[in-house]
């Protein structure tokens, strides 16, 4: 079983900066791969990051390509999302997401253990 818990989430102005964590207890982290979802009211929740379990691929949704960076520290079981540049649409309700298979996913039927998720609020 695999706990996740999200912190960092707020209020920002457009064009600011939030850094996003997840925590994750498990006894071997560095065996789920690790991906981040973002959910808006009344819309689908849809994949925003994910990295490999060895930390060396990413891949990113092109809305935020170049402005959000997704990193883990398998010494330390958390994973991280640097948001920068955020726009008023990046406004959502952000989940951190592990799974157990290598592949690269990026639809929220493949990840197999979910946060509870953080709040991000950009004004515009």
């Known amino acids: 079983q695999v706990q996740l818990v999200e912190s960092g989430g707020g209020l920002v102005q457009a064009g600011g900066s939030l850094r996003l964590s997840c925590a994750a207890s498990v006894r071997t982290f560095s065996n789920y791969r690790m991906g981040w979802f973002r959910q808006a009211p009344g819309m689908e929740r849809e994949f925003v990051a994910g990295?490999?379990?060895?930390?060396?691929?990413?891949a990113y949704a092109d809305s935020v390509k170049g402005r959000f960076t997704i990193s883990r520290d398998n010494a330390k079981n958390t994973a991280h999302l640097q948001m920068d540049s955020l726009k008023a649409e990046d406004t959502a309700v952000y989940y951190c997401a592990a799974r157990i298979e290598a592949r690269l996913a990026i639809t929220k039927y493949e990840y197999d253990y979910w946060g509870r998720g953080t709040q991000v609020t950009v004004s515009s």
């Open positions: 990295i490999s379990r060895g930390g060396t691929m990413t």
